[in-house]
């Protein structure tokens, strides 16, 4: 959790998360077993239970490897997003696209069609193309066909050093498993991330895999579908810039949910109750000139 501090600074805490105050049960299958997946990794496996979680009237799965089975440095993978090593990050993301379709088969949920919110979730492409090949008796090529139309990849990040890419080495004892049950080398999955004749040695992009996964890819805005088409023009070396296929979508914002409470009362009170019905009403830039600096500095911090 992230805020200001009396000097301006942002800051990040970390609450403790007990899991019994929350409003969380286990997944279970259609026999009530709870749900357990598990992926291979350089250091074995690594197993992980299913959370579930309504959001209204959205069930949420969270994976979680805190538990038993797990060897303590394993245990920690789920702890923390964002962790500083990239060996871990790499367990995260194995584990969201792999162990998440995993997780998905077990409950029996089979979706036609699969968003890709950035290339976090990219190695479930790969799961999918086994699970295809295994559920209609296909070939890896036919499989190769079918991803990408069932799969839209979602870009939010206009700068390319904001984007995960690993190293090869780091890479390949994590993608063997997955060579493996696809029958194929293991530099062969590596290439699905990798640019245009860029070498074995290039390094894995997340953007890569997701977007060549995906036959509809997208960025957040009208310009930011401009700066992601500048920016990966080099994966599409044959199509002139605005022929790249990554199109967009307007992000909105449901201004109740991600303003905070003071703020909000802050607004209310200068602007009026109902700004949030027109929040890009000119007079509301004109209004916001009047809140006071100490009292949009306490709102803040």
């Known amino acids: 959790r992230q805020f200001l501090d009396q000097d301006g600074w942002q800051q990040e805490e970390y609450p403790e998360t007990d899991i019994y105050h929350l409003p969380l049960e286990r997944a279970k299958d259609r026999q009530d077993n709870d749900i357990k997946v598990s992926i291979d990794g350089p250091d074995g496996k690594v197993h992980a239970v299913v959370w579930r979680l309504m959001v209204g009237c959205i069930p949420l ?7 038993a089975e797990n060897s303590p440095e394993a245990r920690e993978i789920t702890a923390r997003l964002y962790a500083g090593e990239q060996k871990i ?4 993301e194995i584990l969201l696209g792999v162990g998440g379709m995993r997780a998905l088969d077990a409950m029996g949920i089979h979706p036609a069609v699969c968003h890709l919110n950035e290339g976090h979730s990219a190695f479930s492409s790969i799961e999918r193309l086994y699970q295809i090949m295994t559920a209609h008796h296909v070939n890896l090529k036919t499989a190769l066909e079918i991803i990408p139309r069932t799969t839209v990849f979602t870009t939010h990040t206009p700068v390319a050093a904001g984007n995960e890419e690993f190293h ?5 004892p994590f993608l063997k498993p997955l060579a493996e049950r696809l029958n194929i080398p293991v530099e062969e999955v590596l290439s699905w991330g990798q640019a245009p004749d860029a070498g074995s040695d290039a390094p ?53 949910s991600w303003l905070s409470h003071e703020m909000a009362l802050l607004f209310d009170r200068y602007i009026g109750p109902e700004w949030c019905l027109h929040p890009s009403q000119p007079d509301n830039e004109e209004r916001i000139d009047h809140i006071y600096d100490e009292e949009l500095w306490r709102a803040h911090v």
Not at 89 to 92: D, E, G, M, S, T
Not at 168 to 172: A, I
């Open 61 to 67: 799965y969270l994976l979680d490897t805190n538990i």
């Open 89 to 92: 990050r790499v367990y995260q």
């Open 168 to 172: 090869p080495d780091l890479m390949r």
């Open 204 to 256: 894995m992009s997340m953007f890569v895999l997701g977007s060549r996964m995906s036959q509809y890819c997208n960025g957040v805005s009208k310009l930011h579908g401009k700066v992601s088409r500048q920016l990966w023009a080099h994966i599409w070396r044959d199509l002139p810039e605005n022929e790249v296929p990554i199109t967009h979508i307007t992000n909105g914002i449901h201004i109740p």
